[in-house]
């Protein structure tokens, strides 16, 4: 089943708590939260503290992306904050094994995050170990970037290897999914779809979340 997580990077931060709930009537499911810390990727924006405000205004299960160096030294205190999945990149983490158990030992989703031009097969040792794994189709560190179209190649391979190795890790893809994108990651065998700008940057995110959705789901069908 395709699922839409809008991603608050692009939100109104100062009505965060409306602008999640526009996204979530309209059929989100899960809220994507962007971590950067200005050294792993060229920008700030935040942590913790809004993930702890975040949690008060919603049920739905935020999803963290850590793109940061040393993320162990950060789990806990998003586990305490009330995140729900945390993913790593695979290459931002010296220990990717432990780094994952110690995302399960504090109670949440592990999984790891790839670049556009690190190849998935690096992944394998770690992949019975994941509740999913996330393909960058962009470089991180900036919303509203174009998708790399090579991607869907990470993600179709992806979705080989689960097969082949009788696992049920989830695909999630993020960077550049819109309208003229999300049907291409739907067919390559993507699930859990991350939109920031085409939710919220047109200032409708109840609208264009439900459109975005419904164009995931025929994409999905005529997949099947």
Known sequence: MVELLPS???????????????AERGGGTVIHVDVMDG???PNITLGP????????HTRLPLDCHLMIENPDEFIPAFAE???NWISVHYEACRHLHRTLQLIAQHGMQPAVVINPAT????LIPVLGMVHHVLVMSVNPGFGGQEFIPYSLNKIRRLKELRQQMGLSFRIEVDGGVAHETIAMVVEAGAELLVAGNAVFGAGRAEHDA????E???QAAEVAV
């Open 8 to 22: 608050i990077l692009s939100a109104d931060f100062a009505r965060l708590a409306d602008e999640v709930a526009a």
């Open 39 to 41: 050294h792993f990727v």
């Open 49 to 56: 503290p809004v993930v702890k405000s975040l949690r008060k």
């Open 81 to 83: 904050a009330g995140a």
């Open 119 to 122: 190849p998935v097969d690096l």
């Open 210 to 213: 439900r459109s975005l959705l």
């Open 215 to 217: 164009a995931a789901r």
